[in-house]
């Protein structure tokens, strides 16, 4: 019976934590894009400095600079096109499912043995493998450290609740 506890502790952290990393990570791209649009709103770029503000040529012209290809002459808005400030940047690490579901896993399977130090070899070895995307990006870095933090706490959390509750560690 404890077996079976065993696959259905590791079953819940994997399969549960994949909606509750994503939404953490959704509450992060949503507080980032409210900053960007706050800092367009007040005239400044990312980094605080002023944007410049190009005059048009002529009246109506504001929305000619983000017209597509196809020459649509209307704002990004007007088009339906969501505005930058709400795209994420770019960033976004290829296999972070895969490496997710994996972590997870390898996570409560280090508590519920009760080796917690293996913990840090996950840490390590998933930081080394990404180190040259995260080196290069700020925002990949960031989905990253958020994305590895709630997969990791949400892991541990149901490891730790099951041993507890259900194996009675």
Do not use: C, N
């Not at 507080?31 to 005239?43: T, V």
């Not at 997870?104 to 995307?133: C, H, M, S, W």
């Not at 933090?149 to 149901?158: G, I, P, R």
């Amino acid at each position: 019976m404890q077996a079976l506890w065993i696959v259905l502790t590791v079953l819940t952290a994997v399969g549960l934590g994949w909606p509750v990393t994503t939404g953490m990570l959704r509450l992060a791209q949503e507080a980032d894009a409210q900053e960007r649009r706050a800092r367009a709103a007040d005239g400044q770029e990312a980094d605080g400095t002023q944007t410049e503000h190009h005059e048009a040529d002529a009246p109506g012209d504001e929305g000619l600079a983000d017209a597509p290809a196809g020459g649509d002459p209307r704002p990004p808005a007007a088009r339906g096109d969501r505005l930058s400030v709400d795209r994420p940047p770019p960033g976004v690490l290829r296999g972070g499912l895969v490496i997710g579901l994996l972590e997870r896993a390898a996570v409560v399977i280090a508590i519920l043995a009760e080796q917690p130090v293996a913990i840090a070899y996950i840490v390590a070895i998933k930081g080394l493998g990404r180190f040259p995307e995260l080196k290069q990006s700020p925002a990949a870095s960031e989905r990253f450290i958020i994305g590895t933090l709630s997969s990791m706490l949400w892991a541990a959390a149901v490891a730790t609740l099951a041993k507890w509750l259900l194996l009675g560690g």
